[in-house]
Nanobody
Protein backbone atom coordinates (compact mmCIF):
# COMPACT_ATOMS: atom_id res chain seq x y z
CA UNK A 1 0.00 0.00 0.00
CA UNK A 2 1.38 3.36 -1.04
CA UNK A 3 1.21 5.93 1.70
CA UNK A 4 2.94 8.73 3.55
CA UNK A 5 2.54 8.79 7.32
CA UNK A 6 3.38 11.95 9.19
CA UNK A 7 4.25 12.39 12.82
CA UNK A 8 5.88 14.89 15.14
CA UNK A 9 3.34 17.68 15.39
CA UNK A 10 2.15 19.12 18.66
CA UNK A 11 1.92 22.17 20.89
CA UNK A 12 5.05 24.25 21.36
CA UNK A 13 5.82 27.65 22.83
CA UNK A 14 7.02 30.50 20.62
CA UNK A 15 10.73 30.11 19.98
CA UNK A 16 10.54 26.35 20.37
CA UNK A 17 11.31 23.56 17.91
CA UNK A 18 9.61 20.56 16.40
CA UNK A 19 10.69 17.94 13.90
CA UNK A 20 8.11 16.50 11.58
CA UNK A 21 8.64 13.07 10.04
CA UNK A 22 7.13 11.71 6.85
CA UNK A 23 7.56 7.96 6.44
CA UNK A 24 6.92 6.48 3.02
CA UNK A 25 5.76 2.96 2.29
CA UNK A 26 4.98 1.22 -0.97
CA UNK A 27 7.40 3.39 -2.96
CA UNK A 28 10.91 4.81 -2.70
CA UNK A 29 11.32 8.46 -1.76
CA UNK A 30 14.65 8.59 -3.56
CA UNK A 31 12.94 9.06 -6.92
CA UNK A 32 10.45 11.65 -5.74
CA UNK A 33 10.58 15.31 -4.94
CA UNK A 34 9.32 15.94 -1.42
CA UNK A 35 7.18 18.93 -0.60
CA UNK A 36 6.08 20.29 2.74
CA UNK A 37 2.87 22.30 2.87
CA UNK A 38 0.74 23.86 5.56
CA UNK A 39 -2.80 25.08 5.88
CA UNK A 40 -3.97 27.43 8.59
CA UNK A 41 -7.68 27.86 9.41
CA UNK A 42 -9.40 29.98 6.80
CA UNK A 43 -6.34 30.07 4.55
CA UNK A 44 -5.26 28.26 1.42
CA UNK A 45 -2.67 25.54 1.58
CA UNK A 46 0.79 26.94 0.96
CA UNK A 47 4.14 25.39 0.19
CA UNK A 48 6.82 25.98 2.80
CA UNK A 49 9.72 23.77 1.68
CA UNK A 50 10.73 21.11 -0.80
CA UNK A 51 13.61 18.81 -1.71
CA UNK A 52 14.56 18.05 -5.29
CA UNK A 53 14.70 14.40 -6.37
CA UNK A 54 17.55 15.24 -8.74
CA UNK A 55 20.17 16.59 -6.35
CA UNK A 56 18.58 17.04 -2.93
CA UNK A 57 18.62 20.82 -3.35
CA UNK A 58 16.07 22.58 -1.21
CA UNK A 59 13.73 25.53 -1.46
CA UNK A 60 12.08 27.46 1.33
CA UNK A 61 9.31 30.00 1.42
CA UNK A 62 10.47 33.40 2.64
CA UNK A 63 8.30 33.04 5.74
CA UNK A 64 10.32 30.04 7.00
CA UNK A 65 13.74 30.59 5.44
CA UNK A 66 16.51 30.33 8.02
CA UNK A 67 14.22 28.60 10.53
CA UNK A 68 13.05 25.42 8.77
CA UNK A 69 15.24 22.70 7.30
CA UNK A 70 13.97 19.95 5.00
CA UNK A 71 15.89 16.72 4.65
CA UNK A 72 15.43 13.08 3.82
CA UNK A 73 16.98 9.78 4.82
CA UNK A 74 16.90 7.45 1.83
CA UNK A 75 17.73 4.21 3.70
CA UNK A 76 14.96 5.03 6.19
CA UNK A 77 12.64 6.11 3.34
CA UNK A 78 11.66 9.06 5.49
CA UNK A 79 11.63 12.83 5.01
CA UNK A 80 11.95 15.38 7.78
CA UNK A 81 11.11 19.00 8.42
CA UNK A 82 13.07 20.54 11.28
CA UNK A 83 11.31 23.65 12.50
CA UNK A 84 13.16 26.05 14.80
CA UNK A 85 12.32 29.46 16.25
CA UNK A 86 8.65 28.73 15.80
CA UNK A 87 6.20 31.61 15.74
CA UNK A 88 2.44 31.72 16.39
CA UNK A 89 1.92 32.36 12.69
CA UNK A 90 3.43 28.95 11.98
CA UNK A 91 0.34 27.35 13.49
CA UNK A 92 -1.26 25.12 10.86
CA UNK A 93 -1.82 21.57 9.72
CA UNK A 94 1.37 20.45 8.01
CA UNK A 95 1.42 18.00 5.12
CA UNK A 96 4.20 16.19 3.32
CA UNK A 97 3.79 15.14 -0.29
CA UNK A 98 5.75 13.27 -2.94
CA UNK A 99 5.97 14.10 -6.64
CA UNK A 100 7.52 11.80 -9.29
CA UNK A 101 9.28 14.79 -10.84
CA UNK A 102 13.03 15.12 -11.28
CA UNK A 103 13.96 18.76 -11.70
CA UNK A 104 16.80 20.94 -10.53
CA UNK A 105 14.37 23.26 -8.79
CA UNK A 106 11.59 21.68 -6.76
CA UNK A 107 10.04 25.14 -6.34
CA UNK A 108 8.74 24.84 -9.91
CA UNK A 109 6.62 21.79 -9.07
CA UNK A 110 2.92 22.57 -8.82
CA UNK A 111 0.82 21.16 -5.99
CA UNK A 112 -1.22 19.12 -8.46
CA UNK A 113 1.95 17.28 -9.51
CA UNK A 114 2.29 15.73 -6.08
CA UNK A 115 0.84 12.21 -6.29
CA UNK A 116 0.99 11.16 -2.66
CA UNK A 117 0.03 13.14 0.42
CA UNK A 118 0.38 12.51 4.12
CA UNK A 119 -2.60 12.72 6.45
CA UNK A 120 -1.42 15.97 7.99
CA UNK A 121 -0.18 16.78 11.47
CA UNK A 122 -1.24 19.72 13.62
CA UNK A 123 1.39 22.20 14.74
CA UNK A 124 0.28 24.77 17.30
CA UNK A 125 2.61 27.52 18.47
CA UNK A 126 1.23 29.25 21.53
CA UNK A 127 2.23 30.36 24.98
Amino acid sequence: QVQLVESGGGLVQPGGSLRLSCAASGFTLEHYAIGWFRQAPGKEREGVACISAKDDSTYYADSVKGRFTASRDIPENTAYLQMNSLKPEDTAVYYCAAAPVSTWSCASINQDQYDYWGQGTQVTVSS
